[in-house]
């Protein structure tokens, strides 16, 4: 099985100054080791601070590591971020249609483009309004068009459901499904909400602090989680636990 990602022993600390003019290094990522298969989809949860984004943002080459190795494997090229905040991809003020034909030229991918407004359901009665018109949902759905218009060979989906209404979450993570199906996409999703990471993923990461304290495969993780605050997050879902009672439990 070819390894299309794959980090060694990574960490990261931001340095910056702070109120007083002294020089801070706060660790977000302390050795992070783990591998991704071509093809497969790997879930990764934890409540909020616990590293997520950084890692996303690292994979992306967004900031380099301060220590570790990562390592992509050679036809692994293109790796698209599809972030929380789709406003950096999808322009407000511009036309969605003039978004995704810019993208199509430049990776000749224009004779896919109705295909590719077909395989995430954009209705083309959208395609005139502007980035700011949509709603998250449908923004969240012309930044994947957009992607998938690039042809990547990895993408990294950084709380993709987070703009969304429940329903609309619910549509979209069916959408990865059945994209990753059909299409063989390897794909990391990040999110809070292990209803929706446990049926898509392959295998599933849960970060805190940092650091990944449970790891395996999604059934196996969702059946025996090894550790307490993955029992946590799944029970965070069945009594409706908000943030603030998962970060004052006694063990995190």
């Given at each position: 099985?070819?390894?299309?990602?794959?980090?060694?022993?990574?960490s990261?600390?931001?340095?910056?100054?702070?109120?007083?003019?002294?020089?801070?290094?706060?660790?977000?990522?302390?050795?992070?080791?783990?591998s991704?298969?071509?093809?497969?989809?790997?879930g990764?949860?934890?409540?909020?601070?616990?590293?997520?984004?950084?890692?996303?943002?690292?994979?992306?080459?967004?900031?380099?590591?301060?220590?570790?190795?990562?390592?992509?494997?050679?036809?692994?090229?293109?790796?698209?971020?599809?972030?929380?905040?789709?406003?950096?991809?999808?322009?407000?003020?511009?036309?969605?249609?003039?978004?995704?034909?810019?993208?199509?030229?430049v990776?000749?991918?224009?004779?896919?483009?109705?295909?590719?407004?077909?395989e995430?359901?954009?209705p083309?009665?959208?395609?005139?309004?502007r980035?700011?018109?949509?709603?998250?949902g449908?923004?969240?759905?012309?930044?994947?068009?957009?992607?998938?218009?690039?042809?990547?060979?990895?993408?990294?989906f950084?709380?993709?459901?987070?703009?969304q209404?429940?329903a609309?979450?619910?549509?979209f993570?069916?959408?990865?499904?059945?994209?990753?199906?059909?299409?063989?996409?390897?794909?990391?999703?990040?999110?809070?909400?292990?209803?929706i990471?446990?049926?898509?993923?392959?295998?599933m990461?849960?970060?805190?602090?940092g650091?990944?304290?449970?790891m395996?495969?999604s059934?196996?993780?969702r059946?025996?989680?090894?550790?307490?605050l993955?029992?946590?997050?799944?029970?965070?879902?069945?009594?409706?636990l908000g943030?603030?009672?998962?970060?004052n439990?006694?063990?995190i």
């Amino acid at each position: 099985m070819i390894k299309v990602l794959t980090f060694e022993n990574v960490s990261y600390s931001p340095w910056k100054n702070d109120f007083w003019g002294k020089t801070v290094n706060k660790t977000l990522l302390k050795e992070i080791t783990f591998s991704l298969d071509k093809g497969k989809v790997l879930g990764i949860a934890g409540i909020s601070g616990s590293g997520k984004s950084t890692l996303a943002r690292l994979i992306a080459g967004l900031i380099r590591p301060v220590s570790g190795k990562i390592y992509f494997s050679p036809e692994t090229k293109n790796i698209r971020l599809l972030s929380q905040n789709n406003y950096y991809s999808i322009n407000p003020l511009r036309k969605i249609s003039s978004i995704l034909l810019e993208t199509a030229s430049v990776y000749r991918t224009d004779h896919l483009l109705q295909a590719v407004l077909d395989e995430v359901n954009f209705p083309a009665d959208l395609l005139n309004r502007r980035g700011g018109e949509l709603s998250g949902g449908e923004r969240q759905r012309a930044a994947l068009a957009q992607i998938l218009l690039s042809d990547p060979h990895l993408i990294v989906f950084d709380e993709p459901f987070s703009a969304q209404d429940p329903a609309s979450a619910e549509n979209f993570s069916i959408l990865i499904n059945r994209l990753q199906t059909e299409k063989k996409l390897t794909t990391i999703c990040i999110s809070h909400d292990l209803n929706i990471l446990f049926p898509i993923s392959d295998e599933m990461m849960i970060l805190h602090k940092g650091k990944i304290i449970d790891m395996g495969k999604s059934g196996d993780l969702r059946q025996s989680p090894s550790h307490p605050l993955t029992e946590m997050l799944q029970k965070a879902l069945i009594y409706d636990l908000g943030q603030d009672d998962l970060e004052n439990l006694p063990y995190i």
